[in-house]
């Protein structure tokens, strides 16, 4: 009986200091009195853990705040220079690393892009990126605590991609890898559900609680916050919405099946319908989604026409998402967030179809991250991590 209370007396201590140390995260600068005020805790308990986070380095006193009467009181920052974590977005053809505080803030970024590797060829670049990230990292009392690494496929909950169609991944164990060659705690996610955190935490998302993200790169992904929590189904395997069927006996996919939403609204749909098209950027030169993006800024109306076909299909599938789960906002972020001055009318058009039930309250918003989000939400997956797991054994 004694060994039982003294183990919930350790976890309540625990979880006092995770919510002092994220109260002083989400209210910098912030006194002691105040922490006590939004916490419930007592005086005595915010000052003891105070007292053990500025000894862990996590926080730091600053001058006096404002007084409301008496001494001034010291007010308490949360140290985000502290450590740092690496966020990785492993595209179809393109790596993506960024190096961030612990308050998520990138102080560095490389991208690598490519085409048709394998997967020890994409293992090589990454490490590459990593390595570059963590010489560039300033000295900090933690240094490195984590690396966030998001992949377009299912990713189970112990963190192995079971498949990713795009790359040609099945049963990969990126995990393990990266864990042996790094040392430190590594998270692999689905970069959808990572950019659907990231728009949350730092972007467009901040005031919704019901947001469908939708990452339109080479494939699709859509990541679902549902009252306010990242929902990843019964094995972590949902918002796999890009291999839902759009055509019936539609072109097949790499996934088995046929008539995927990613064939007809992706940007590998936009490039290879303007090359059907006869589009040409340059003599002798296949298009790309930049190169498309350009000539549509320049009046260019067959592009346009293009771009208004993808577009209709990408509010078809978005439409069958909106009546499913009655959503406050849709984000599209990804690459083709770029392309939103020519996407935002067929959109338009479409969602005048979607129930009209389903229309009140609903926002359709382009991420502003653009191509940031998976790699602010693995990074922040990270930080997070180390914060309230590794914190807890200090």
């Known amino acids: 009986m004694k060994i039982n209370q003294t183990f919930n007396q350790h976890v309540v201590k625990k979880g006092n200091k995770s919510l002092v ?10 006194s002691r009195a105040d922490i006590a005020n939004k916490t419930g805790l007592n005086k005595g308990t915010v000052s003891s853990q105070v007292n053990e986070l500025l000894r862990e380095k996590l926080i730091l006193e600053s001058g006096p705040g404002v007084s409301s009467g008496g001494r001034r009181p010291v007010m308490l920052l949360f140290n985000q220079l502290a450590g740092y974590s690496i966020g990785i977005d492993i595209g179809v053809n393109y790596i993506l690393g960024i190096l961030t505080d612990l308050q998520g803030n990138i102080c560095n970024e490389k991208l690598i892009k490519f085409n048709d590797l394998t997967y020890e060829e994409i293992t090589k670049e990454l490490f590459i990126i990593v390595d ?12 490195l605590v984590g690396i966030g690494i998001g992949v377009p496929g299912t990713v189970s909950t112990d963190g192995e991609i079971l498949l990713a169609p795009n790359l040609n991944w099945k049963n990969i164990n990126l995990k393990k890898v990266m864990e042996e060659k790094y040392n430190v705690l590594v998270q692999i996610e689905n970069e959808a559900n990572a950019g659907a955190y990231g728009e949350k935490k730092f972007g467009v998302g901040k005031d919704s609680n019901n947001i469908i993200y939708v990452s339109v790169g080479i494939g699709i992904g859509v990541g679902l916050i549902l009252n306010g929590q990242l929902y ?16 019936q006996n539609g072109a097949k996919c790499r996934c088995g099946n046929q008539g995927c939403w990613e064939l007809y609204a ?20 296949e298009p790309s989604l930049e190169s498309l993006n350009k000539l549509a800024d320049n009046g260019h109306e067959e592009v346009m026409k293009v771009f208004e076909e993808i577009g209709d299909y990408l509010g078809t599938g978005i439409n069958n998402i909106i009546n499913i789960f009655n959503p406050e906002q849709v984000i599209i972020g990804n690459r083709l967030a770029s392309s939103h001055k020519w996407l935002e009318e067929p959109l338009r058009k479409r969602r005048n179809r979607t129930l009209w039930t389903h229309q009140k309250d609903l926002s359709i918003d382009f991420s502003k991250l653009s191509t940031h989000s998976t790699a602010l939400g693995v990074a922040a997956y990270a930080s997070e991590n180390f914060l309230t797991i590794d914190l807890q054994e200090m």
Do not use: C, D
């Not at 140390?21 to 912030?30: A, G, R, S």
């Not at 990843?232 to 055509?247: A, C, Q, R, V």
């Open 132 to 143: 570059t990230l963590i010489s560039s990292m300033p000295p900090s009392h933690y240094g």
């Open 232 to 247: 990843k189904g019964n094995n972590g395997f949902s918002g796999e919405f890009g291999h839902m069927t759009i055509e």
């Open 21 to 30: 140390l994220q109260t002083i995260k989400e209210f910098t600068p912030i």
């Open 266 to 285: 992706s940007e590998k749909a936009l490039v290879s319908r303007a090359i059907r098209n006869g589009i040409e950027t340059e003599p002798g030169q």
